[in-house]
Nanobody, 111 residues
Framework: QVQLVESGGALVRSGGSLTLSCRSN?????ISWYRQTPGQEREWVAM???????NVKESLKDRFDISRDDSRNTVYLHMDALKPEDTGVYYC????????WGRGTPVTVSS
């Protein structure tokens, strides 16, 4: 009965930073961030586990980072040096994704 809620999306300027939050109603071993733009398939972005393992998509690891606060059942996605191509709706889910997709949180990066 795990439920995840994404938040923190915003309109930001190119080069800016933004941190997204994924809050769960209970502890989840593996949680990943995904993103999707119109007409494109959902893309895996990063994953964290309760055993302190983290992994970020190779093409994003120089700008994105993921962290976890188990006391708050929250996983964060830290995004720096944002580019317009980072625009999209960001989602979190188990890894592998087994939960129903929520509404996500939209991120728009302007030039």
């Amino acid at each position: 009965q795990v439920q995840l809620v994404e938040s923190g999306g915003a309109l930001v300027r190119s080069g800016g930073s933004l941190t997204l939050s994924c809050r769960s109603n209970e502890t989840v071993f593996r949680i990943s961030w995904y993103r999707q733009t119109p007409g494109q398939e959902r893309e895996w972005v990063a994953m964290s586990t309760t055993t302190n393992y983290i992994n970020v998509k190779e093409s994003l690891k120089d700008r994105f980072d993921i962290s976890r606060d188990d006391s708050r059942n929250t996983v964060y996605l830290h995004m720096d040096a944002l580019k317009p191509e980072d625009t999209g709706v960001y989602y979190c889910n188990r890894y592998p994704a087994t939960l129903l997709w929520g509404r996500g949180t939209p991120v728009t990066v302007s030039s």
